[in-house]
């Protein structure tokens, strides 16, 4: 796909943007709309909306890998919806060389808990020993057995340029997500090359950039990257959550050979350390 057409908006930083966000309650929706739309999206769009700017860049590239164990326990909650559940990832930004693991867990009553700790960014396709023993804390706290952190390993590879935008407001926020990609480790994947993934973030009520999305005809839609990316690559896993999306936009999917690049390193490592939170 072509470059999104950002000239005409201004910068903001990301200490701005951190700061409007830190006041925010917010709410998360997403959209999967094909990228000509997203151009006319941005071409209706407020001229006083600005953009993420970083050294003169306005789009970034991420690198998400999600841990599962052998079972997809973490995918199988996310498919047949429980009260409990967990998502691990190191989430990397590979124009500046850092990296997180983030741990999200969800117990039974309903509380959803985030960490974020730096990580090494040469461990982030394998999980240290030190990050197995914080995801044995986080799997006990929400009754998943902790000894199951040691079957974890990569399952998936997510890849796709990001662009930030900050409504004319100031409350509502904004992620374009361009040249998607997904990548099992040392197997096939697949890419979306026409299609973007927006996500909009806002107080209860809705944002401008939500209202222009709805007059177009786009609706909030049910995704996620490491469950519906695992479901489009297997057709034998449970899918019935995100059958629409499946069957519309990811049926639009390439088809990837395998990426050198995708494999795992050996399953544990100790020369590289979890870095402290």
Request: glycine share 6%.
């Amino acid at each position: 796909m072509t470059a999104l057409p950002l000239e005409g908006f201004g910068p903001v930083t990301l200490d701005e943007l951190v700061t409007d966000a830190a006041l925010l309650t917010r709410v998360d929706r997403k959209y999967i709309v094909p990228a000509r739309d997203a151009a006319r999206l941005l071409a209706a769009l407020d001229p006083a909306t600005r953009v993420l700017e970083i050294d003169g860049s306005r789009d970034f590239a991420y690198e998400s890998v999600y841990f599962d164990t052998p079972d997809l326990l973490s995918f199988r909650m996310a498919a047949q919806p429980r009260r409990r559940r967990f998502k691990l990832r190191t989430r990397s930004y590979l124009d500046t060389d850092a990296a997180y693991l983030e741990i999200k867990t969800r117990g039974a009553r309903g509380t959803t808990v985030k960490e974020r700790t730096e990580y090494d960014p040469r461990s982030r396709r394998v999980l240290t020993d030190g990050a197995r023993d914080d995801i044995a804390d986080a799997f006990d706290a929400i009754g998943v057995d902790g000894d199951r952190a040691g079957e974890l390993a990569a399952t998936l590879t997510t890849r796709y340029r990001r662009t930030t935008l900050l409504a004319s407001d100031g409350l509502g926020r904004a992620t374009i997500d361009t040249h998607l990609r997904w990548d099992e480790p040392g197997g096939a994947g697949f890419a979306l090359p026409e299609v973007v993934i927006v996500e909009t973030k806002s107080p209860a009520a809705a944002s401008r950039i939500d209202r222009l999305l709805w007059r177009a005809g786009h609706r909030p839609a049910t995704v996620s990257k490491y469950a519906t990316g695992l479901a489009a690559l297997h057709a034998d896993l449970p899918h019935n959550r995100w059958n629409r999306v499946l069957r519309g936009p990811f049926s639009t999917r390439t088809t990837l050979p395998a990426r050198t690049d995708a494999r795992t390193e050996p399953a544990r490592t100790e020369e590289l350390p979890c870095a402290a939170a």
